[in-house]
């Protein structure tokens, strides 16, 4: 990588870690919410989902925000926004100012991914190795932000430790504030088919154009591949660790003179083999074609969807096997749809393009959180397995049929 490579990618990865312990560290909180606002589990849902829902919502907006005026300054303002949000957080006097904190967290999270991405694909010559690494910086903060907040609530209060967590987000800020970089500087012609780094989307004309110019295209079958990836990705994580916790195999044990829960420390492993994933992904970028890429990773996804009950049936060992390769296909499937974005999509649209593969990622894929509990609730966790396995098998003849033409 040259110097300009290096700059880029050392932001957007500093941002990435910023943006996900935030978003993993929620729910570490929630319990502590409960208690101190005595308020019930369904209004604590509601606000947190709210969170969640402008996380995603917001990337669209952003991803136009992002073609208008430059991802630095959208990643600033990201930077800036959370740790204003959590400095909010800290100091809540009630459910309502949490709300309001939550809210602000998602407005602010959402415009990351679309200016991040979008810096990348215009201004880091070495895209794939790129996308591998700001992935892995992204699975940095996943796993490790809440193992850090879960060790200083050891000795804080929340709201301290909540405050120490928006310091980081401050000195990221400054950072983006203060580095150099060109970020076009990877654009050529030939980029996604056209360069056309003079598009304006700033407008509802021209926003609408672009737009109907992206999902009438092939674009519309990536949207479709991103949707059905969030879909999986928050069906099968957002209950897992419920899941993990009935299993024998993770009975709580007395260590230290306290209770340990195993089944918090498998999924945070989990959560870190897909760091693994995040780099061999970004390599795959740069040695297959991504559509053939996705295809595997989504006949992956079906495969283990289907193996996971029964390995947990057979045992410990068979269960960590399986969930460990699912901690790595479900993060390795992320730069080879990022790098997709960028083979189907002008460079003068980058930032948009991306704004809608994050709102169908996060926003639309919000959504498997809600069905995965309906499922659970209704049915059983057989029954959710195999509806995520039907996910994955549409998502692979999606990426097939992209490949075929």
């Known amino acids: 990588m040259n110097r300009n490579d290096r700059a880029i990618v050392g932001l957007v990865a500093l941002a990435h870690a910023m943006v996900h312990t935030y978003e993993l560290s929620i729910p570490i909180l929630i319990p502590l919410w409960l208690d101190?606002?005595?308020?019930?589990?369904?209004?604590?849902?509601?606000v947190v989902a709210a969170g969640y829902a402008l996380f995603g919502l917001g990337a669209l907006p952003g991803g136009i925000l992002s073609d208008s005026f430059g991802s630095r300054r959208l990643i600033a303002g990201c930077l800036f926004g959370m740790a204003a949000s959590f400095f909010l957080l800290a100091a809540a006097p009630s459910m309502v100012v949490v709300a309001v904190a939550l809210a602000l967290w998602g407005?602010?999270?959402?415009?990351?991914?679309?200016?991040?991405?979008?810096?990348?694909?215009?201004?880091?010559?070495?895209?794939?190795?790129?996308?591998?690494?700001?992935?892995?910086?992204?699975?940095?903060?996943?796993?490790?932000?809440?193992?850090?907040v879960a060790v200083l609530l050891l000795v804080a209060d929340w709201r301290v430790v909540t405050a120490?967590?928006?310091?980081?987000?401050?000195?990221?800020?400054?950072?983006?504030?203060?580095?150099?970089?060109?970020e076009h500087a990877a654009v050529e012609a030939t980029d996604g088919g056209d360069s056309r780094a003079g598009v304006d989307v700033s407008?509802?004309?021209?926003?609408?154009?672009?737009?109907?110019?992206?999902?009438?295209?092939?674009?519309?079958?990536?949207?479709?591949?991103?949707?059905?990836?969030?879909?999986?990705?928050?069906?099968?994580?957002?209950?897992?660790?419920?899941?993990?916790?009935?299993?024998?195999?993770?009975?709580?044990?007395?260590?230290?003179?306290?209770?340990?829960?195993?089944?918090?420390?498998?999924y945070a492993g989990l959560l870190m083999v897909g760091?693994?994933?995040?780099?061999?992904?970004?390599?795959?970028?740069?040695?297959?074609?991504?559509?053939?890429?996705?295809?595997?990773?989504?006949?992956?996804?079906?495969?283990l969807a289907v193996a996971f009950l029964p390995a947990a049936d057979a045992g410990l060992l068979p269960l960590l096997v399986v969930g460990a390769l699912l901690g790595f296909a479900l993060f390795v499937i992320q730069p080879l749809y990022q790098a997709?974005?960028?083979?189907?999509?002008?460079?003068?649209?980058?930032?948009?393009?991306?704004?809608?593969?994050?709102?169908?990622?996060?926003?639309?894929?919000?959504?498997?959180?809600?069905?995965?509990g309906g499922i659970l609730q209704y049915a059983n966790a057989g029954a959710l397995f195999a509806v995520l396995a039907a996910f994955a098998v549409t998502g692979s003849g999606i990426a097939v049929v992209l490949a075929a033409r």
């Open 164 to 182: 120490l967590l928006a310091v980081p987000a401050v000195v990221a800020g400054v950072v983006a504030v203060r580095v150099r970089f060109d």
């Open 340 to 372: 997709t974005v960028a083979v189907y999509t002008p460079a003068g649209t980058r930032g948009l393009s991306y704004g809608y593969t994050y709102l169908g990622v996060f926003g639309v894929g919000s959504a498997g959180a809600a069905l995965a």
């Open 107 to 148: 407005v602010a999270a959402s415009v990351y991914h679309p200016s991040g991405l979008s810096l990348i694909s215009t201004g880091v010559s070495r895209r794939g190795d790129a996308f591998a690494l700001h992935g892995i910086a992204g699975n940095v903060g996943t796993a490790l932000g809440p193992l850090t």
């Open 275 to 303: 760091v693994l994933g995040q780099y061999v992904g970004g390599k795959l970028t740069e040695l297959v074609p991504v559509e053939r890429g996705i295809a595997a990773a989504f006949a992956g996804l079906a495969v």
């Open 36 to 46: 101190a606002f005595q308020v019930g589990e369904g209004t604590v849902g509601l």
């Open 203 to 266: 407008s509802l004309e021209g926003f609408l154009a672009e737009s109907k110019r992206l999902l009438a295209g092939s674009f519309a079958a990536v949207f479709l591949v991103v949707m059905l990836s969030g879909l999986y990705y928050r069906g099968v994580l957002t209950f897992l660790p419920n899941l993990l916790s009935e299993l024998p195999a993770f009975t709580p044990v007395e260590f230290a003179g306290r209770e340990m829960e195993p089944y918090r420390y498998a």
